[in-house]
């Protein structure tokens, strides 16, 4: 794939234990086609630094091919938190083997964490955000450890606290790429056609967007997509965007 001229310094990339400034990729590299930045990430800016992370959710498979199509030996870290739905677990296998993926990581809550703050399981029923921390967030801490950047499956139109994100930031030390911050759910659709891409199973149960059992439910006609994450309180954020430290707040 043919790449645009690169101007690393410009980026403030002087060698590899340097992260170049995000807000100056953004500027150089943001409006490029997804393919094309995914491409300019994954060899020429992040070489074996880099990992998509992925919940093989409703919009997953998209960014799955993408990546796969540049290099399906890119990192996968997929978070299992003990809590998701059967059909999820089911849907990442098949991902994985239809875009022939070599390198999934399946990520898993510390089993002594879980004994001490979570022991009947019901953790999410009364404190939904430090559930969130434990099963996803320091999860996912310890699976990045060594990345330089991580590829987020993130676009603005799915929340108020996703309406502005850039393609490239910086977040905990690290570059976050969100190659599809511009895609709207009709870009999603009709890449999925051209491609052939299975919906998630649960998509036709009323399920727009999918998380841990307890805490999605289905959508009604005419609510947005993620309102049946942590319906009836006032979350609408796993924790993961707002910082991987292992004693922030949450994936």
Not at 51 to 78: C, K, N, W, Y
Not at 194 to 202: E, G, K, Q
Request: charged content about 25%; aromatic content about 6%.
């Amino acid at each position: 794939m043919g790449r645009p001229d690169l101007n690393l310094a410009d980026a403030g990339v002087a060698g590899a234990t340097l992260l170049p400034d995000a807000a100056a990729l953004d500027a150089l590299y943001g409006g490029l086609p997804t393919a094309a930045l995914l491409d300019i990430a994954i060899h020429t800016l992040f070489p074996g630094r880099i990992a998509l992370v992925s919940s093989f959710g409703t919009e997953a498979a998209v960014m799955l091919h993408l990546v796969a199509q540049v290099d399906r030996h890119t990192p996968i870290l997929f978070v299992d938190t003990d809590k998701l739905f059967g059909e999820t677990l089911r849907y990442r296998d098949r991902l994985v083997a239809r875009l022939g993926l070599t390198d999934v990581r399946t990520l898993t809550p510390d089993p002594a964490r879980l004994v001490a703050a979570d022991p009947d399981g019901i953790l999410w029923a009364g404190n939904p955000d430090l559930c969130c921390k434990i099963r996803k967030v320091e999860p996912l801490a310890v699976g990045i450890d060594g990345f330089d950047a991580w590829i987020s499956g993130r676009k603005r139109f799915q929340a108020a606290t996703r309406a502005t994100i850039p393609v490239f930031e910086t977040e905990a030390a690290r570059v976050k790429v969100n190659p599809l911050a511009a895609w709207m759910p009709a870009d999603l659709a009709a890449y999925a056609a051209a491609h052939d891409l299975p919906p998630h199973p649960l998509v036709e149960q009323g399920y727009r967007s999918v998380g841990c059992m307890p805490c999605t439910s289905r959508v009604a006609e005419g609510e947005d997509d993620r309102a049946g994450r942590w319906r009836g309180t006032e979350k609408i954020e796993c924790g993961i965007h707002f910082g991987l430290e292992a004693d922030g707040s949450g994936i």
